[in-house]
């Protein structure tokens, strides 16, 4: 049953199995064509033409790939993707030719044969030459020559209508054309933009009057020189020239507007708020656009006349590594440096102390480390940020800049605590720079019922400014106002019995 239903199908297997087989060709190598044969290109431009080549033999083969002109190959280098293909049987390749214009190419039409010669590997004398051919027109940067003022044809009588004559007459029409967008197109666009509210405008066109003159005036004289039909090895160096001129009159512009503009409005943003973070990026950020424009302005310069930069990126990429490297610890200072400027636990001004005891004042806090003011010894002490990170740091300047501080006494026993405890009220409520407000009221503790006598301390509130002399003053304040009292301070005592008679040795 089941041949006699396969009957009727082997007629349909076999064509479909029949048409599915590639076409049979005379050749033991096909060269196939892909796409147009066809184009245009400019000056310092390319176009690129494909062939396929398929070994329909049962032999290896060996093809030679060699393209020429047959016409007009002045000025156009030709570079074959391959020039030598091995191909074994059922093999195919993919065959490329790269045609590029110089950039001093004159304007003409260009002819190309290519030609592949097919020698089979184990029979040399079995071989087969096949061409394939594809034009393209190729147009010139400008075309050098003529007597055409701008676009119009110079009719004028001699010697005017000369080469001489054109070049000058078109020379100083570039001048005519950039004075009047000097002299009169900028100071209009000026009187309109001075109306706005904003200050940018202005800047960026008075940083943009100058550069603009000077790329007009380049270009007017470049394209007056194309007229009198110099060589055109000398013309293209004079383009690679007006390109670097224009490279470094962007990069000069480019570092005037990232300079009086960016900078000083990011400066001024700074100033305006309490971070100290843009404080210190914003200097980073100028000193960083200092380098990074006049890199990028010689690399763009160096890659006109023709120098490759990617051995020297990758080397600037290895370098960048080792630098690294050996800088681990200056860049934790510096990441620590940038966390302390976002967390923010002390700013520029805030007095600190330290966790060796320093009471200090901030007066720097850089990527690298922070400046502190010793205020008792007036010194500077630099601690890398990266140690100050890690180590316990008191901001006696936060939540405000008062500070609770108390001052001690110890009375003798049999003393009247209430009376203590108002007289030391009194001297504190007295003090014109202690702090009398609800919340930070002066107050006194009974601190401790010692050896040789009752501590008593007094509490108060301060502004930071005067917390030395405040203190002092206390002291002061107290021992005078307890003597007045008939007060008596209590001092160290100690009850030594000898032979069990007591004696008091004070």
Sequence with gaps: MMRRALVPVLPVLIVLAVTMLPAASADPVNVMEVGAYEGSIGASESITFQWVLYNNDSFPYLVTVIPIFAEGGDGIAVTPSESFISLDPGEHRTVEVKLS????????????????????????????????????????????????????????????????GTFIIELLGWIMVASLVHLVLFPLVGRIVKRTRIKVDDQLLRILRTPVLVVVVSFGLLDSLDILGIPADVYVSLWQLYEIVVIMVVAWTSYRIFNDIIIDFAGKWAAKTESGIDDVLVPLLHKAGLLIIPIFAAGAAL????????????????????????????????????????????????????????????????????????????????????????????????????H???????????????????????????????????????????????????????????????????????????DKKLREEGIEIALPQRVITFNGSPSEEQ
């Excluded at 097919?118 to 594809?134: C, I, L, N």
């Excluded at 003529?146 to 110079?154: H, L, P, Q, R, S």
């Design 101 to 164: 214009a110089s950039q001093g190419v004159s304007t003409h039409h260009a002819d190309l044969r290519v030609t592949f010669n097919m020698t089979r590997m184990d029979d040399p004398s079995q071989y087969m030459v096949v061409e394939r051919s594809a034009s393209m027109d190729v147009t010139a940067l400008f075309e050098r020559g003529g007597t055409k003022i701008f676009v119009w044809d110079n009719n004028l009588p001699a010697p005017l209508n000369t080469a001489w």
């Design 303 to 402: 890659s006109v006349v023709g120098i490759d930069l990617t051995l020297a990126v990758a080397s600037l990429g290895v370098v960048g590594l080792v630098v690294g490297l050996a800088a681990q610890h200056s860049l934790g200072n510096l990441f620590s440096g940038i966390l302390l400027m976002l967390d923010r636990p002390f700013k520029v001004g805030d007095v600190v102390r330290l966790d060796t005891g320093e009471i200090c004042r901030v007066v720097k806090i850089g990527l690298r480390s922070t400046q502190l003011h010793n205020t008792f010894d007036h010194d500077i002490i630099i601690l890398p940020n990266d140690m100050l990170a890690n180590r316990k740091v008191e901001n006696w300047s936060r939540p405000d800049n008062r």
């Design 404 to 478: 609770s501080q108390g001052t001690e006494v110890r009375v003798a026993y049999g003393t009247d605590l209430e009376k203590v405890h108002k007289l030391l009220l009194q001297v504190a409520h007295e003090h014109p720079d202690v702090i009398k407000e609800p919340g930070q009221m002066p107050y006194v503790r009974t601190a401790k019922l010692g050896e040789s006598g009752v501590d008593f301390k007094v509490w108060y509130w301060v502004e930071l400014k005067n917390m030395w002399r405040v203190a002092s003053d206390m002291r002061t304040a107290v």
